[in-house]
């Protein structure tokens, strides 16, 4: 019987530990990543709200895998400190004046104000808050993310029927959700859910997620003619397809 080589043996040690989190030292400092084993010719790197995830194929050695991440060893740096920066910005971290918060893409400032009768405005550059507890942070912030939330069904029902209209179709029922992985879904049945954090977005990019579900209405994939239908509604959505990423740290707010 032939007895496996001393590389085989590593790569089937390194494949047992495909999907579990490894930690790498980088310029000094150490950095966690996620290690998938797939079905690809390269190691491939990818940051977002959850981390550093490395997909590698399953040849590929650990050491292999983190000289590669060596290399890079500065974009990563860079980028998972862009995404911190991003996760800080979304929702304030205390509910009170000053304080900042986005609502259609800008920057506020929260003014809260202590008032028998609760109440939310915005302007250019706050957004008020009265409230009769209005020292009590958690009851602020509940209220506030209940008003973002019916802001986004008063913003999103509109246009969702517009697009639907444009394709032909009667307005789809629309939810609205609160998914952490994702701006917006449509079933086979034709019922559109819409994450409430779209009031946070620009017009534009919110606009380009309703769109894009009111597209799966004619067609419920990702194939090419679906893309088609998202250009017909949404010329050049290709551009705020990619600035949407820029926003994904809402998702987690």
């Known amino acids: 019987m032939n007895r496996p080589s001393v590389a085989a043996k590593r790569a089937r040690l390194d494949r047992t530990e495909a999907g579990t989190t490894r930690r790498v030292a980088l310029a000094g ?11 690809r010719r390269t190691i491939g790197m990818e940051i977002d ?38 996760r800080r910005d979304v929702l304030p971290r205390e509910w009170k004046t000053g304080a900042p918060i986005l609502y259609l893409g800008r920057q ?5 104000y202590p008032s028998r009768t609760p109440l939310v405005t915005a302007d ?18 509940a209220f506030a993310t209940g008003w973002l ?8 029902v509109p246009r969702a029927a517009y697009f639907a209209g444009r394709l032909g179709r009667a307005a789809p029922i629309v ?11 449509c079933n086979h049945r034709g019922v559109v859910r819409l994450n409430w ?28 003619r679906f893309w088609a239908v998202v250009e017909t509604l949404m010329p ?14 809402l998702l987690a707010a």
């Open 29 to 39: 400092g150490t950095v966690d990543y996620r290690l998938m084993r797939a079905r």
């Open 49 to 86: 709200l959850d981390g550093l995830t490395v997909r590698a194929p399953r040849w590929v050695t650990i050491a292999e895998v983190e000289g590669a991440l060596q290399e890079r060893g500065a974009w990563i740096l860079r980028t998972l400190e862009a995404w911190r920066s991003r």
């Open 108 to 112: 506020l400032s929260l003014v809260v």
């Open 124 to 141: 250019l550059f706050d957004l008020t808050i009265l409230h009769p507890q209005a020292e009590e942070q958690a009851q602020v912030a």
């Open 149 to 156: 939330r019916e802001e986004a069904m008063r913003l999103v």
């Open 175 to 185: 939810k609205i959700s609160n998914a952490r992985s994702e701006w917006g879904s």
């Open 197 to 224: 954090r779209l009031a946070q977005l620009p017009p534009s990019l919110s606009d380009y997620v309703v769109a894009h579900e009111i597209a799966h209405l004619v067609e419920l994939n990702h194939s090419p």
């Open 236 to 249: 050049g959505h290709a551009a705020l397809r990619r600035a949407l990423d820029e926003w994904t740290a």
